[in-house]
T-cell receptor
């Protein structure tokens, strides 16, 4: 089945220690998104890639970066995680012509100690 | 940022009952979507709506794009235990310029008692 895969499902990192989360997809979608979701809240868009074009949301902290080496893979880098960055990180994909029909991965739960 | 007002915040129902929830905004939306999120998982797209007045079904789920374009409704018929989860409405605000950016409601937590 075509899907969005996120690894790892659970990640523990230390305060200030860089961490990378990964996402891959077999849907062959052109657009990939990264969201942050904190407990009892709706997902919050961090940025997206439209093909190779990176689009940052205005309120996404500089601490968050992303890379998309090819169509299938996308990475979220947190350069210096703070305690406030503990959250579920969700990757999503969509077709170019239906950007609002987004298909989410299972998420990575990040804990910062 | 702009939030959608989703209600109710939570529902406790008996298996077999029908469920209704809605989402409203003070702004006009030109796309409405409904997602379900199970604990510890990502949201799953249930239904997407693109036209005012549109009524779309997905199994036991039916959603409507309100005529005023400021609201949407989701109904679940004959609920079963696996309907448990958080239901989010989401939409694209008319005149919004940010590609792919969804505005989300706060979610409705559904609990189904067997």
């Amino acid at each position: 089945d075509a899907m969005v895969i996120q690894n790892p499902r659970y990640q523990v990192t230390q305060f200030g220690k860089p961490v990378t989360l990964s996402c891959s997809q077999t849907l062959n979608h052109n657009v990939m998104y990264w969201y942050q979701q904190k407990s009892s809240q709706a997902p919050k868009l961090l940025f997206h890639y439209y093909d190779k074009d990176f689009n940052n949301e205005a309120d996404t902290p500089d601490n968050f970066q992303s890379r998309r080496p090819n169509t299938s893979f996308c990475f979220l880098d947190i350069r210096s995680p703070g305690l406030g960055d503990a959250a579920m990180y969700l990757c999503a994909t969509s077709r170019r012509d239906r950007p609002y029909e987004q298909y989410f991965g299972p998420g990575t739960r990040l804990t910062v100690t | 940022g702009q939030q959608l007002n989703q209600s109710p915040q939570s529902m406790f129902i008996q298996e077999g009952e029908d469920v209704s929830m809605n989402c409203t905004s003070s702004s006009i939306f030109n796309t409405w979507l409904w997602y379900k999120q199970d604990p510890g998982e990502g949201p799953v797209l249930l239904i997407a709506l693109y036209k005012a007045g549109e009524l779309t079904s997905n199994g036991r789920l039916t959603a409507q794009f309100g005529i005023t374009r400021k609201d949407s409704f989701l109904n679940i018929s004959a609920s079963i235990p696996s309907d448990v989860g958080i239901y989010f409405c989401a939409g694209r605000r008319a005149g919004g310029t940010s590609y792919g950016k969804l505005t989300f409601g706060q979610g409705t937590i559904l609990t189904v008692h067997p």
